[in-house]
């Protein structure tokens, strides 16, 4: 009896950014790989979207729309290159408007993509139609997605064959446009049980004709068990990817699974050696980036926690940043409540970055005394319903803390009437910027993109956050994390250090350092801190300023809002302490400020 050929799709060049590198690489880096990868037979791709639309304008100061031009030039004219949409938020972390919905699958189409694989982080089916019509109607390929994940141990209610079944059910009667359905673990948690009954329920419920495809991670230390479970149910396709971003917190490897598979009935549709060839290539596309430790583990606590591998990374590295990587664990553990109270919506972008927005809060500032605003928001219904009921009290908390209604009207109803969302809102943006070019491509990256987008748009962005070695200062780019910085603590209290050249940095304030007699001694502090009078208002964590809303002389009451800071993907809001008078401003908009830096006095 033939062998079935199970078809790959190769995950290396986005997701296996995504889950190792933060997203954060270079075009030219890594299309010799690409070029190399379709020279050795490879057709089908992922080329781009979910993060590796926004990271490029935001970390790499690049267009992702040329990034995606490239590609198609490097993989050749009738490659299958395919993109990740996240339903009604496009591709990026926020639900967007009907017509930014349908611009999105028109640029898509326009820059040479193939194919979007599609899906709602809560499996709402009404997420999905107004974007499964675009992506159609604008000759692109609709691949449907159902969101998968394992509940924390204990928990029940959803996520289980049942419940996909409903999904999958509920979009073949919502009339949706498809060509292929997909079956999505981001965290890698589902147990390879459940995935052949539910790849299994898929293919009875499906036309026999219709491709199934299953993706997974390593995250749990369970994926290529997933796929070989996938593939014996009757999955068509696996996603697969290549060293070095592959394993870990990616998919599994090419060459893993092909060895998994070595005597069943099974083969892939790639030639192993050519891919050995190809996987070279990319080994020295990607020498001089630095990789993360925990993107090649398994990490045992995602049962518990499930954090999807595609952010795991990217949150380590923001916490290196922030030289704050001492508290994760805590952060990847207190995830575990707030996937239990909030509904079950599945681990996966934009999802997974509220509940960890929401664990990081819960760790940094008490246990629900600040809710991130993605997950605030999801638990009162703005992304749409959750697939149970999240905890009443924790809904109830948000409204007041928030000083936002529930709702259970349909979100996209909501943006439509959003006076500061759609097209015309994002092309009043443009305007205000002094960008007078509102081609649909700038437009989108407004919209999607806010104001990095617009300071991308004005030339005012920078290469940053890209750990390349011969892109950093030669004394930390040999640290895995790139940051160069400790956290001490000292009768309780934390202390972030940082040693360059002849100063230190201790909570973001300058230190000249002496040697006498062998002691390291202490010299002037480079940050002012005004008079004895006065009362300092410092960053809470390493940031970037995004608003200033007062001057020198202005008076303010305690609790004003001073300014508005970005960090961990937040908006963070710093406060006034007390009332009084501004007697300065230290921080501009734009400016980057270290945790405990003096950013304005109040006298």
């Known amino acids: 009896m033939a062998k079935k050929t199970i078809h790959i799709m190769n995950t290396a060049f986005r997701d296996g950014f995504q889950s190792v590198y933060g997203a954060r690489v270079l075009t030219e880096d890594f299309l010799p790989a690409v070029k190399v990868c379709a020279e050795a037979g490879q057709t089908h791709f992922e080329a781009g979207g979910g993060a590796r639309f926004q990271a490029p304008f935001f970390y790499c100061n690049e267009s992702a729309f040329d990034m995606m031009d490239k590609f198609r030039e490097a993989a050749g004219p009738d490659a299958n290159l395919q993109t990740l949409a996240r339903g009604i938020n496009v591709v990026g972390l926020d639900s967007q408007s009907r017509d930014i919905i349908d611009l999105h699958a028109k640029m898509f189409k326009k820059h040479g993509m ?146 998994a598979l070595r005597g069943e009935d099974y083969e892939l549709d790639v030639d192993i050696d050519k891919m050995m060839e190809a996987a070279k290539v990319f080994k020295e596309c990607m020498a001089d980036y630095i990789i993360p430790p925990e993107a090649l583990a398994v990490e045992p606590m995602i049962p518990w926690s499930p954090m999807p591998g595609g952010a795991l990374t990217a949150n380590t590295q923001m916490m290196r940043d922030n030289n704050i990587m001492d508290r994760y664990e805590e952060c990847i553990h207190a995830m575990g409540e707030v996937v239990r109270r909030g509904g079950f919506a599945t ?58 209604e529930p709702t259970i009207a349909n979100p996209v109803d909501l943006n439509d009437a959003n006076p500061e969302k759609g097209v015309e809102a994002a092309k009043k943006r443009l305007a205000e910027a002094g960008i007078t070019d509102h081609c649909d491509e700038n437009v989108f990256i407004s919209a999607t993109c806010q104001q990095k ?127 009084g008078t501004i007697t300065s401003i230290a921080a501009e908009t734009g400016a980057q400020v270290v945790s405990g830096e003096a950013m304005a006095s109040i006298n």
Not at 464 to 479: D, H, I, Q, Y
Request: net charge negative; proline share 5%.
């Open 347 to 404: 681990s996966v972008t934009p999802v997974s970055q509220f509940y960890f927005q929401q664990a990081f809060n819960n760790v940094m500032f008490g246990p629900w005394e600040k809710f991130a605003e993605g997950y605030g928001k999801m638990i009162l219904g703005y992304f749409g319903k959750t697939p149970v009921e999240p905890d009443p009290e924790l809904v109830k908390l948000a409204s007041e803390k928030m000083e936002l």
């Open 453 to 579: 987008g617009i300071d991308f748009l004005l030339g005012k962005a920078e290469i940053n956050g890209v750990r390349k070695r011969s892109l950093m200062p030669k004394e930390t780019a040999a640290s895995p994390g790139g940051d160069g910085g400790y956290t001490v603590t000292i009768d309780g209290k934390r202390f972030t250090v940082e040693v360059k050249g002849d100063q230190a940095i201790v909570n973001g304030k300058f230190y000249d350092i002496g040697v006498e007699d062998g002691v390291v001694t202490p010299g002037t502090a480079a940050v002012a801190h005004g008079s004895a009078d006065s009362i300092e208002v410092v960053a809470p964590m390493n940031a970037k300023v995004i608003k200033v809303n007062l001057a020198v002389g202005d008076h303010v009451n305690e609790g004003d809002i001073i300014f508005v800071v970005e960090a961990m993907k937040m908006e963070v809001e710093v406060k006034a302490s007390t009332a």
């Open 114 to 259: 193939t194919t979007i694989r599609n899906f709602d982080a809560l499996n709402d089916v009404n997420n999905l139609i107004d974007s499964g019509k675009s992506i159609t109607a604008h000759g692109l390929k609709h691949e449907v997605v159902v969101t998968m994940m394992e509940l924390p141990p204990g928990c029940s209610g959803a996520h289980t064959v049942e419940f996909y079944q409903k999904t999958l059910q509920d979009i073949l009667d919502a009339g949706i446009p498809f060509d292929s359905v997909c079956f999505k673990d981001a965290s890698g948690t589902a147990v390879p049980k459940k995935v052949y009954e539910t790849i299994k329920m898929g293919r009875k419920l499906l036309p026999a004709d219709c491709k199934i495809a299953f993706h997974s991670h390593e995250t749990a230390g369970i994926g290529t068990v997933g796929y070989i479970a996938a593939i014996k149910a009757g999955a068509d396709q696996v996603d697969c990817s290549l060293a070095p971003a592959s394993g870990g917190t990616c998919q599994p490897d090419i060459a893993t699974l092909w060895h």
